[in-house]
């Protein structure tokens, strides 16, 4: 048995995608429309010609809730469809902003402390613990991402699955 590397492959490592196709953006949006009507039961989604979101359906609604949207664009006269494996943007950016805050203000603490060393004062002696505080909150906010990724890893799959039944026909081969 011969296996071929595809498009879709390359989701394994990086969870993104870009493949070329040969339908029009209303075609691709129609057969999308057509297999999430004939899978329903299975996956919910949100389509246009532009993007579509798609994911999987399920009673519970984790933070962490893995989602695939689509993005079909002109690239020199041809249809590129871009795939990205995620969670939904709201997610993503809070995560992103809880990074971004505890480590500013672990760099605000630590700086604190350095000049308070310093110029050998003692007006801030709660500086260094407070450094520490915002370390273990970088490690818990890591942990809980982590965590959303483990518990969405068998929709992440059942999206992969998606994406290779409704996208990857359609990939238009380039020499």
Do not use: C
């Not at 595809?6 to 339908?23: A, E, N, Q």
């Not at 949100?46 to 994911?55: G, H, L, P, Q, R």
């Not at 809730?65 to 939904?88: N, Q, Y």
């Not at 630590?110 to 909150?137: D, G, H």
Request: proline content about 2%.
């Amino acid at each position: 048995m011969k296996t071929e590397e595809s498009t879709i492959d390359k989701i394994r490592t990086r969870p993104r995608f870009k493949m070329f196709t040969h339908l029009t953006k209303e075609e691709y949006a129609e057969n999308l429309k057509e297999y999430l009507a004939n899978h329903k039961d299975e996956f919910s989604g949100n389509i246009n010609k532009e993007v579509a979101t798609i994911w999987v359906a399920t009673e519970y609604d984790s933070y962490w809730k893995p989602r695939l949207a689509l993005r079909v664009e002109i690239e020199d006269d041809e249809t590129a469809i871009r795939g990205v494996f995620g969670p939904s943007s709201a997610v993503w950016t809070f995560f992103m902003f809880l990074y971004f805050s505890f480590s500013i203000l672990w760099m605000t603490f630590f700086t604190m402390y350095y000049v308070e060393k310093q110029i050998k004062s003692a007006e801030f002696p709660w500086a260094l613990s407070a450094s520490f505080v915002m370390v273990l909150f970088i490690l818990l906010t890591y942990a809980a991402a982590r965590f959303g990724q483990h518990k969405g890893k068998e929709e992440m799959l059942k999206l992969r699955r998606f994406a290779e039944e409704s996208t990857l026909q359609f990939e238009k081969k380039i020499n």
